[in-house]
């Protein structure tokens, strides 16, 4: 027989703080993966081929981990309409239960923090666009002429 699921206001306050602690824990993977991805410009990688092929892989990298933060947090975004949903069903829903579930709507509409995570190796144009000029040769000084060594005879100038 299949099991019967008592839905209190208990229970959904307990998942709504599981969703929200969650949640919390996504976002606050967003902004240390777009710093990582905006120090992935021209800047960081040499034209050497073993550091192109490593720079492809590690954006790609970052792409999928950028990908699987964005498809778990749309995950919650449907476990959150889900509890919303089985919360409405109920006839006394506490206030302050709607409410959270009200903003943590708002927020999962909201997108993640920063915006869309994309990254290729070469796509962040460095801080500085112009290379520093290259330092000017100081000129060494003109050999001093010495005497030439050797007693003997012959000619001079």
């Given at each position: ?147 030439a060594s050797g007693g003997g ?5």
């Amino acid at each position: 027989m299949g099991q019967t699921v008592t839905l209190t206001p208990e229970v959904v306050r307990a998942r709504l703080k599981a969703l929200e602690t969650l949640l919390g824990d996504l976002d606050a993977q967003f902004g240390p993966l777009q710093a990582v991805q905006q120090r992935q410009g021209t800047g960081m990688w040499t034209s050497i081929p073993a550091c192109t092929r490593f720079a492809g892989d590690y954006a790609r990298t970052l792409n999928g981990l950028g990908s699987a933060l964005s498809d778990m947090r749309a995950r919650v975004a449907e476990l959150q309409a889900s509890l919303a949903a089985s919360a409405a069903s109920l006839t006394k829903v506490d206030q302050d239960i709607q409410e959270r579930l009200e903003a943590l709507a708002r927020k999962l509409a909201a997108g993640p923090p920063g915006g869309p995570l994309v990254c290729t190796p070469y796509d962040v144009v460095p801080t500085s666009s112009t290379p520093a000029p290259a330092p000017t040769p100081t000129p060494a000084p003109a050999p001093t002429p010495t005497p030439a060594s050797g007693g003997g005879g012959g000619g001079g100038w």
